[in-house]
């Protein structure tokens, strides 16, 4: 007798499923291309890991995307840490991924190239908006650890040089993962609280590339770039460079640096002092005796000898200039005048009105009412333009009436024999 089959519901089947892969592969690896990844407003991921030869569905939640230092991207080569999971309403299978690497590339050097090229690109590192440190700084605030090497450093400096300077320090963390938002809040509240501040220092001691990792942060950067006082970013070593260094008015190359470019050596400072004098009374010395040349040759010259006799030669001399330039209008008006009356006699001679002065007039026919369209009246060149009863406007020199024509035949050149 044949057995009865099992006969799954679909729910059955996929519960089923879920039971035998996730427990087998609780904790991967998995290598592969991330692919379509998209953050929502929840914080949680999902993106595809793929190769040459197939896919898979990743999810990444919140709490381990907020983890990441650095931002997936599609095209990304990435080695992810997970579990596989099946979700039995759709069937499909999926990782939830809990930490990810980018592959060739540390996560904190992926983390610091991106916000590097996103902040220079929105112009936080543009150096038209750095400014230049006040020479004689009287009041200095300082943004790092209160019990670090840094602030000792930056103390004994100061007090070396130029013992009289304000020093006031905010202290933060400067590792960790809350030392970014430190950092920036005691940027932001030194500029809103102590506006006096000539300078800022932000800074810390040598450490890892870890250790010095919250002045990467983009909290950090933004703080600085947001102050209204210079800063001075001194972080590490010399060779080690932050986001901080970029964006910061100068970069230092350690805090001692730091203090030695913001405060100057008092005894270089007296130097400078007695030489910067020694030149202004140098300079007094050269202008007093090219002075005194000039009064003297001003002394020997006639001018002083006898002021009274230049100022009479210079009045005779713009009486004189006044008669020439008086005389010169006076040819230039009768000239053009001259030339206006040729001008006009010409006109005249061209005038219908000189024409008329001679016995001539200038006939116009009335048209009849009936033809408005006409214009009302017409020259008259030829007298057979004219019969008896047409009415005639005449023009003469003086004014002008209007007749009749009596008989057109008695007109010389309108007879009909003729």
């Known amino acids: 007798m044949t057995a009865t089959p099992k006969i799954y519901t679909v729910t059955e089947l996929n519960s089923e499923i879920k039971k035998l892969i996730e427990p087998k592969f609780a904790d991967v690896w998995v290598d592969g291309e991330i692919s379509n990844f998209k953050i929502y407003s929840s914080g949680h991921a999902y993106f595809s890991l793929k190769d040459e030869g197939s896919q898979i569905q990743c999810a990444m939640f919140a709490d381990a995307a907020s983890r990441l230092k650095f931002v997936p991207e599609d095209g990304l080569a990435a080695v992810c840490r997970g579990r596989v999971s099946l979700y039995v309403k759709s069937g499909r299978h999926q990782v939830v991924v809990y930490s990810m690497e980018p592959k060739g590339k540390g996560s904190l050097q992926l983390a610091f190239e991106q916000l590097k090229k996103k902040l220079a690109a929105e ?21 790092t650890s209160p019990t670090g090497a840094a602030i000792r450093d930056i103390l004994a400096v100061i007090n070396r040089r130029f013992a009289n300077v304000r020093v006031l320090i905010y202290p933060t963390a400067v590792q960790g993962d809350n030392a970014k938002n430190e950092i920036a809040a005691g ?5 809103e609280n102590y506006p006096e501040l000539d300078v800022l220092l932000v800074g810390r001691g040598g450490g890892s590339y870890e250790d010095l990792w919250a002045f990467n942060e983009e909290p950090v950067a933004r703080a600085i770039f947001a102050s209204k006082i210079p800063v001075i970013s001194c972080v590490g070593h010399e060779i080690d460079f932050t986001i901080a260094d970029f964006v910061a008015d100068v970069r230092a190359p350690t805090p001692s640096a730091a203090a ?3 405060v100057r050596n008092k005894s270089e400072l007296d130097g400078r002092i007695r030489r910067l004098a020694a030149g202004l009374v140098s300079s007094t010395r050269r202008v007093a005796a090219e002075r005194s040349a000039v009064l003297e040759r001003l002394a020997a010259s006639g001018f002083l000898k006898n002021p009274a006799e230049y100022v009479e030669r210079r009045a005779q001399d713009m009486d004189y200039l006044a008669e020439k330039l008086a005389s010169a209008a006076a040819g230039f008006e009768r000239e053009k005048r001259h030339m206006l009356e040729k001008i006009s006699g010409k006109l005249h001679l061209l005038s219908p009105l000189a024409i008329l002065s001679r016995g001539y007039a200038v006939v116009w026919k009335i048209l009849p009412s009936a ?29 002008e009436f209007e007749a009749e024509v009596a008989d057109s035949a008695r007109i010389k050149g309108n007879d009909k024999n003729a």
């Open 123 to 143: 112009g936080l590192f543009d150096e038209g908006r750095k400014r230049p440190l006040p020479m004689l700084p009287s009041r200095i605030g300082v943004v």
């Open 187 to 191: 940027i932001k509240y030194l500029n």
């Open 260 to 262: 030695e470019l913001v």
């Open 371 to 399: 033809a408005p369209s006409q214009g009302g009246e017409v020259l008259l060149k030829d007298s057979k333009d004219v019969k008896s009863k047409d009415r005639v406007k005449i023009r003469l020199k003086s004014g």
